[in-house]
């Protein structure tokens, strides 16, 4: 049965809920409290928010620090499918960065409870939380990206959407999960823009493609005309909506054939870079990456030295000055 705790919880997904947050965001944060709920009903006897203190989220965060990867779970019966005990990183330790993530949530928690004046004092206000670890994202140069593209089967069909697809998020920036949900009538060859109906943040937001990228567009829509019959631009093997995860499997897979280590995610990310890299600014970076803020986008100018090195070398005022 549900404690207290659990219903306040309901209360603030069905708040998340209205602010038309995505599933995947949501998932994430469900699964964040159901674990502090749990270990706090558990440990510390909490069964309500308000009786949760600052020095409890300091000790539920040495927790997490020191428990190891899927030793927790919210649900039993979710190890039958997913077999954490199999998981090759089992009892690894946490990283600050998913402790980081896990707090961040926890606190927008709280917020809430504390906005709707169920709480008084406000438990996480001014926490401090472990700093998250900053990852480097490789940026693939022409050669690995040229690499990359070769081991598409471009005369398979669904080879073919594959590379279409992989070349759009380089093209574009555009996330999956974007990109799987654009239909032909949202794509504008003449204007070379893509109507982005359904986006993380729940904004519609218009993406722009080069000359080359409709060239190949218009390719796969004539391709598609003849053989596919579905609503989406990319199909699935049975005519459906394409899976995130499935499109994911596929640049994992490419990737390691050409020895390398690509994500969706790491493409969107060499998007940025190259833009900015060849005189995009900021500004219009995030706009077109749908980023609700400035701020998001900064982490794309973390440049290594050797960006820097040739940025200034293409761009070194004396030798651009005519002095």
Known sequence: MHSEFHRQIDDYMLYCQSRGLTRKSMSSYEQALRLFAEWAANEKKIDRAEKVTRDVLREYMTFLLER???????????????????????GKPVSP???????????VFFRFLKDERVIKVNP???????APVKKERKLLSQQELRAFMRTFDTVSPYGLRSYIMVRLILDTGMRVGEIIMVTPDDVDLRQRTILVRHSKSQKERYVFFSQKMGRELRHWLDFRDRYEDCDYLF????????????FERTVKRHGEQAGLEVTPHLLRHNFARYYLQNGGDLATLSRILGHSSLETTKVYLDFSTEEIRNLYQNNSPLNNLKI
Do not use: E, F, W
């Not at 960065?97 to 606190?107: E, F, G, L, P, S």
């Not at 996480?124 to 472990?130: E, I």
């Open 124 to 130: 996480a206000d001014r926490l401090k939380t472990p």
């Open 235 to 246: 199909c699935s093997m049975r005519g459906g909506q394409l899976k995130t995860a499935s």
């Open 68 to 90: 190891g990867k899927y030793t927790v779970v919210t649900d039993q019966a979710t190890t039958i499918i997913n077999h954490p005990d199999k998981r090759p990183d089992l």
């Open 97 to 107: 960065t998913t402790v980081a993530n896990y707090m961040r949530n926890i606190k």
